[in-house]
């Protein structure tokens, strides 16, 4: 399971980077950590509104859920959902019809080594905003959800994340429009899953206190970004 990621890139960078306006820009803040098990807002595209970055929950629940968040989680944790075989009709309906792509600048891998569990964060070498696939929903309220969409992982991620055999679907910039066509050929869908090798990625081994509960926004800056990368 993803249930960690990060997103630490100003709002200017990231409208300049994808070309797209932030809905409501005042609301926006980075976030170095970004933890799924708590109610956290992450940044979207999705397939109906192409020209704007909106917010969505992370923890996909059915279009028109009227009932708190923590109630849905509770029952079924959908931080993440597969690209194949998903496990209810409802999630294989977001994917065919409610794809969105996720902003983030990086997420948080596991591996057990030694009798311990050593904490990575994975990002672009450039150190700039990617897409991840995802998949949304409208709520009764009109908020969104989302979920991320995972794959098998990837030869460059498992000898850094052995604790779960998923990782996310990242999509490269360029193949971001085919994950938001309202049909996916064949041949997309195969170049979006490969899309993966035009990006060059970076891993910081972080440390463990970044993940304390209470860990001020101030020392998680200041631990976050002095490591060397591998």
């Known amino acids: 399971m993803i249930y960690k990621l990060s997103n630490v890139a ?5 409208e300049y980077e994808f070309g797209i306006p932030y809905k409501y820009p005042n609301l926006y803040a980075p976030q170095p950590i970004i933890n799924g098990f708590r109610e956290e807002n992450l940044s979207i595209i999705t397939l109906d509104k192409k020209h704007e970055i909106q917010y969505a929950i992370w923890g996909l629940m059915p279009n028109g859920f009227k009932d708190e968040w923590i109630v849905f989680q509770n029952l079924s944790n959908t931080l993440n959902v597969p690209k194949d075989n998903p496990n209810n009709d409802w999630v294989a309906e977001s994917l ?14 596991f591996l057990f080594e030694d009798g311990h569990i050593k904490p ?3 990002t672009l070498k450039d150190n700039k905003p990617f897409y991840l ?20 992982t990837y030869n460059e991620i498992s000898k850094f994340h052995d604790i779960s055999d998923v990782a996310p679907l990242i999509i490269s910039k360029t193949d971001g429009e085919k994950w938001l066509s309202p049909d996916i050929s064949e041949e997309n869908a195969e170049q979006i899953v490969n899309s993966l090798k035009e990006l060059e990625f970076s891993v910081r081994p972080v440390p463990k206190k970044l993940f304390e509960k209470n860990l001020t926004p101030e020392l998680v800056e200041m631990d976050l970004f002095p490591f060397s990368l591998n």
């Open 10 to 14: 100003e709002l200017e960078e990231i």
């Open 96 to 109: 065919e019809n409610d794809r969105c792509l996720i902003i983030v600048t990086g997420f948080y891998t």
């Open 120 to 122: 990575f964060l994975i």
């Open 133 to 152: 696939a995802g998949v949304y929903s409208i709520l009764e309220d009109g908020f969104l959800s989302c979920a991320v969409v995972t794959t098998g």
